[in-house]
């Protein structure tokens, strides 16, 4: 079992940063691949970044390259999302999700992570 916990997320102006923050717990971290979702208001969840289990490997959706980074940090079992210029687009509850895979990973997928967080709320005002 894999418990997650979001945080970091906020209201911020057009333009500006926020870090978002996943604390897991429940195994360990190393043996799964981490993702992060956003759904808006009437809308489905989308993929916006992962990290393979190693930290070897990131995507990024095409909506957010080249303003988002996804990190992971092991000694702290915490994965990141640092959004910068972000765009009124932006705003979303955002996810974290866990994949317990060896291969096969379809990491843009819903179905292919196994445990997923609360969400955290993110708002940018224009």
């Known amino acids: 079992q894999v418990q997650l916990v979001e945080s970091g997320g906020g209201l911020v102006h057009v333009g500006g940063s926020l870090r978002l923050s996943c604390a897991t717990s429940?195994?360990?971290?190393?043996?799964?691949?981490m993702g992060w979702f956003r759904q808006a208001p009437g809308k489905e969840r989308e993929f916006v970044a992962a990290i393979s289990r190693s930290g070897d490997s990131t995507y990024l959706a095409d909506s957010v390259k080249g303003r988002f980074t996804i990190s992971r940090v092991y000694a702290k079992n915490t994965a990141y999302l640092q959004m910068n210029s972000l765009k009124p687009e932006d705003t979303a509850v955002y996810y974290c999700a866990a994949a317990i895979l060896g291969s096969s990973w379809q990491y843009t997928t819903h179905s292919g992570y196994n445990y997923w967080g609360q969400g955290t709320q993110v708002t940018v005002s224009s």
């Open positions: 429940g195994r360990t971290f190393s043996t799964y691949a």
